[in-house]
């Protein structure tokens, strides 16, 4: 079973900057794709960044050129550094990853989740 801790969430003036974590309680080496998701009030989960095992990146577009995902394979963790926070960023951020487990299956795993809120 893999778990995977969030944090690094709290409230932030517009124009700050916050770096979450999620920390994953096996070698991340051993696992596919990350990524880090957010929910805001009323809205439906958004995939905001994806990191590949290879280390390719993609963003959401309303946060490309803000945003930077990372992974470290020696912390077993990934990172979303979040700069130019928008009130619109405001929402719970939670990270996911799947893991191969044979015959072409995959197993995903969630964090609980952390808040961001981003006054104006």
């Known amino acids: 079973q893999v778990q995977l801790v969030e944090s690094g969430g709290g409230l932030v003036q517009a124009g700050g900057s916050l770096r979450l974590s999620c920390a994953a309680s096996?070698?991340?080496?051993?696992?596919?794709?990350m990524r880090w998701y957010r929910r805001a009030p009323g809205q439906p989960r958004e995939l905001v960044a994806i990191i590949t095992s290879a280390g390719t990146t993609n963003y959401a577009d309303s946060v490309k050129g803000r945003f930077t995902i990372s992974r470290d394979s020696g912390k077993n963790t990934m990172f979303l550094q979040m700069n130019n926070l928008k009130p619109e960023d405001t929402a719970v951020y939670s990270c996911?990853?799947?893991?191969?487990?044979?015959?072409?299956?995959?197993?995903?795993?969630w964090g609980q989740g952390t808040q961001v809120t981003v006054s104006s």
């Open positions: 096996v070698s991340i080496s051993s696992l596919n794709n």
């Open positions: 996911n990853a799947d893991r191969s487990v044979g015959l072409g299956f995959r197993n995903d795993y």
